[in-house]
C-alpha cells in the first residue's frame, strides 16, 4: 500500500481550468481528448517543459513523427523540471476523467517507472487529491500507461503530468497523451437491499429499494420518468411489476419495491427499466437476487456491520507482511498481536508467490483467535507470478480456504485504479460464485473516484495516512465520509489508520511514528463518520528504522503506544456494534469531529481533534441527558444555558458519557 508514496519527481503537466458541477457516473462513453498537442508533433506546444530537461524528439514515436525524450541518471536527482500552465479545458468538479499515455523505456530502474498521474488542488493550493496507475522498469516498447480520476468538488486547478517515480534512473519516451471526460448515462439504479450481493433470507419481509442517480443534461430534463421494476424467476418467468415515477429534474431517487412475500428459495433477477415521456426506453438495469434458507457464515448486513455466525463483529485488525525478517516465531508475532487487542490480521505474506502453506497458516492464526482475511490482491492477469492464469490460481485458493472456521473474508484490491475495473470485476464474480459465505475487501487510496468500486467489492477502505505528511489529521475524517459515501451506507467500510512512519518508507522524510493520541485520534475520526472496521497498517512497518532497516528496539519503542489505542477502542466496540446512533446539532464550522450513541443506559458522546492544537466545540445538549462528570479522560467540558462546550487538547480523542 505505498503506491502514493511519491514526493519530489520528475513531470511536465498542464492544469485544466474547472468549469460548473456535473454529477456523473462510470461508464464507456467518453468526450474528446482534452489535451492540446497531445502527441508532440508540435513541439512543446500546450505542455511546460523546463528547459535543457525533456525535449521533443523525431528519432521514435507511437504515432505520429515526434515524442517527448528524457532520461535521468541520478536516483537522488529531486528538481522540479516544469512549471504549472494554465490551459482552459471542459472539466468540472465531480467528473470522471480517462487519462493515459504510451511509454517506451529504457534501462529503467527504481521503484516502478515512468507514467502519468492526475492531480488536484484547492483555491490555497492545498493538495486535494491525485490518481497515480502503476508503471513499468525495464526496457520495453511502447506500452499505455491509464489511469481514472475524479475531480474533487472542492478543486481549483486539475494537473495532468508525465513523470519518473522518486530513484527512478533510465530513458524513457512519452507520446500519444490523452484525458477524456466520461459521458454518463441518463439514470443508474443502485441495489440498496438486498444490500449483500443480493441475497434476502426467506420470509424477510423488508422492502426492496433501489437509489437511482440521475444524471440528466438540461435537454433531458424532460420532466416525469416512469420507472419499471420487474421481478423474474431463474426461467425468466415475470412474477410481479410495479411502477413508479421520479423527476429528471432531481438529483436522486429512491424506489421502493415490495416483494411476494415468502419467496421460494432461489435465483431470481430484479430488472429496472426507465421511459422518458414518449415511452422510448431510456435506460436498463438487472440485479440477480438470490433467496436463501440461511444467510451466510459472514456478510454485511443492511446497515452496513460485519456479521459472524450471525452476530455482529468489528473488525479491529492489521496489516502485516512476512516474518523472515522480523525476531520471534510467526507463532509469537500471532499471539503478540491478539495479546495487543487485535481481532483481524492481514497477511502479505501468503498468496501468490507465497512459498508458504495457507492452510497452515490459517489455522495457526486460529489457535490465536484471530481472523484472517486472506489475500489475492496479486493474483490478476499482467502481474507477476508463478502461473500464467492468474484467475486460476486464485480459484483454487479460494477452494482450499473457504471452509476454515477462522476465514472473514478475501483481500482483493491493493490501491490498484479504475483501470483494472475489468480484472477487479472478474475476480469478485469468481469469488462470488466459489464462495458465498465470505465477503471481499479492498483498499484504496483513490478515495476520489471509490464509488466506481461499488458493484466490484462488499467491503471497502481507504488510507488517507495523513501522519508525517499532512499539517493536520482531518484526511482521516474526510476519506471515511466520502468511503461511506461511496459505498451508500448499505456496503462495509474498514478505514484503514496509520500505524507506520512514512520514513520508513521513504529516506528523504523524517521518521514520525504515530503516538498513541495519533493512533487513537485516527480510530475516533473513522468511527464517528461511519467506519464499521479498522485495519491499522502495518505491523512490520513498526521494525522499520529506516527503508529495508529492521530494528526491534525500534518496534518495542512504538508498540505499548498500539497497545494502549486498542484496550481503549475495545470497550467501545459492544457500543459501535449495539448502540443507537443519535443525532447531534453541529455548528457548521465545527472544528472538532462528534457523534453520539445511546447504549446501555448511557448516551457516549464520541469526540476526536484532528489538529494539533486545543480546539472546542459547541452544541445543545441532548434532551434528557446531563453531565455527571465535567471532566473525562482528555475531554473537559463546561456547561450554560442548555449548552455543553467540550474542550480537547491537541489530537485529543476520547468518549463522555452522559447520563439520564
Not at 262 to 270: A, E, Q
Not at 399 to 406: D, F, S, T
Not at 428 to 439: A, C, G, K, S, T
Amino acid at each position: 500500500m505505498q503506491k502514493h508514496l511519491l514526493q519530489k519527481y520528475f513531470y511536465l503537466s498542464i492544469t485544466l481550468l474547472l468549469l460548473l458541477p456535473l454529477t456523473v457516473r462510470a461508464d464507456v462513453r467518453l468526450g474528446p481528448n482534452l489535451l492540446t498537442n497531445p502527441g508532440f508533433e508540435e513541439d512543446v506546444t500546450g505542455w511546460s517543459i523546463s528547459p535543457n530537461t525533456a525535449k521533443v524528439v523525431d528519432d521514435q514515436a507511437h504515432s505520429g513523427k515526434y515524442s517527448l525524450f528524457y532520461s535521468n541518471d541520478d536516483p537522488q536527482k529531486e528538481r522540479w523540471l516544469s512549471q504549472f500552465k494554465q490551459i482552459k479545458l471542459h472539466v468540472q468538479p465531480g467528473q470522471y476523467l480517462h487519462f493515459s499515455v504510451w511509454v517506451k523505456g529504457q534501462d529503467i530502474t527504481g521503484h516502478e517507472g515512468a507514467g502519468i498521474f492526475m492531480q488536484s488542488h484547492d483555491a490555497d493550493r492545498k493538495y486535494i487529491g491525485g490518481s497515480f496507475p502503476t508503471t513499468f522498469n525495464g526496457t520495453y516498447d511502447w506500452k499505455l500507461v491509464k489511469g481514472e480520476y475524479r475531480v474533487p468538488e472542492n478543486a481549483d486547478s486539475v494537473e495532468v503530468g508525465l513523470y519518473f517515480r522518486p530513484g527512478v534512473i533510465g530513458k524513457v519516451r512519452f507520446d500519444d497523451a490523452e484525458v477524456h471526460a466520461e459521458l454518463p448515462p441518463p439514470f443508474v439504479s443502485f441495489l440498496h437491499f438486498p444490500n449483500y450481493r443480493g441475497m434476502v433470507k426467506q420470509g424477510d419481509g423488508t422492502p426492496w429499494k433501489t437509489f437511482v442517480r440521475i444524471n440528466t443534461t438540461p435537454d433531458q430534463k424532460v420532466g416525469e420518468i416512469r420507472v419499471q421494476t420487474t421481478l423474474m424467476d431463474a426461467e425468466g418467468k415475470v412474477l410481479l411489476q410495479e411502477d413508479a415515477k421520479i423527476s429528471s429534474r432531481d438529483a436522486s431517487a429512491e424506489i421502493i419495491f415490495h416483494a411476494p412475500p415468502n419467496l421460494p428459495v432461489g435465483d431470481y433477477t430484479l430488472k429496472q427499466t426507465f421511459k422518458d415521456s414518449d415511452g422510448s426506453i431510456a435506460t436498463e438495469e438487472q440485479f440477480p437476487i438470490h433467496v436463501v434458507a440461511q444467510m451466510p457464515k459472514v456478510y454485511i448486513d443492511a446497515q452496513g456491520f460485519t456479521v459472524v455466525d450471525g452476530k455482529r463483529f468489528f473488525p479491529l485488525g492489521v496489516f502485516l507482511g512476512p516474518m523472515k525478517k522480523l525476531s520471534l516465531s510467526e507463532d509469537d508475532h500471532l499471539q503478540r498481536i491478539a495479546d495487543g487487542g487485535f481481532n483481524t490480521i492481514m497477511n502479505y505474506g501468503y498468496g501468490r508467490g507465497g512459498g508458504k502453506n495457507p492452510g497452515e497458516y490459517v489455522e495457526r492464526a486460529g489457535r490465536h483467535h484471530l481472523k484472517v482475511l486472506f489475500s489475492l490482491k496479486d493474483m490478476y492477469p499482467h502481474l507477476p507470478g508463478p502461473t500464467s492464469n492468474a484467475l486460476a490460481e486464485a480459484a483454487n485458493y479460494i477452494q482450499k480456504l473457504r471452509g476454515e472456521p477462522v476465514l472473514l473474508g478475501w483481500y482483493t484490491n491493493d490501491e490498484m485504479g479504475p483501470e483494472w475495473m475489468p480484472e477487479l470485476q472478474q475476480m469478485y464474480h469468481q469469488l462470488i460464485r466459489l464462495d458465498p459465505n465470505h465477503p471481499t475487501f479492498q483498499v484504496l487510496y483513490q478515495v476520489n473516484v471509490a464509488d466506481k468500486y461499488f458493484n466490484v467489492t462488499d467491503v471497502l477502505g481507504t488510507d488517507p495516512y495523513p501522519i508525517g505528511k499532512a499539517p493536520d489529521l482531518t484526511d482521516t475524517s474526510s476519506y471515511t465520509r466520502r468511503t461511506v459515501a461511496a459505498m451508500q451506507n448499505v456496503k462495509g467500510v474498514w478505514m484503514a489508520p496509520q500505524m507506520m512512519s512514512w520514513g520508513s518508507y521513504n529516506a528523504s522524510i523524517k521518521s514520525h511514528f504515530p503516538t498513541r493520541d495519533e493512533l487513537r485520534n485516527q480510530a475516533y475520526q473513522a468511527i464517528i463518520n461511519g467506519a464499521k472496521g479498522l485495519i491499522f497498517y502495518t505491523y512490520n512497518g513498526l521494525y522499520l528504522e529506516k527503508p529495508a532497516i529492521y530494528n526491534t528496539e525500534f518496534f518495542d519503542r512504538h508498540w505499548p503506544d498500539v497497545v494502549a489505542m486498542t484496550r481503549e477502542i475495545q470497550p467501545l466496540i459492544p457500543a459501535i456494534l449495539n448502540g443507537k446512533n443519535i443525532p447531534l446539532t453541529i455548528p457548521a464550522d465545527a472544528k472538532v469531529e462528534v457523534g453520539a450513541l445511546q447504549y446501555q443506559h448511557q448516551l457516549l458522546i464520541l469526540l476526536a481533534n484532528p489538529y494539533y492544537r486545543e480546539e472546542k466545540i459547541t452544541l445543545p445538549l441532548p434532551a434528557g441527558w446531563k453531565i455527571k462528570q465535567a471532566n473525562q479522560g482528555e475531554v473537559k467540558s463546561t456547561f450554560a444555558s442548555g449548552q455543553v462546550t467540550f474542550t480537547l487538547p491537541s489530537v485529543g480523542s476520547g468518549v463522555f458519557r452522559l447520563e439520564r
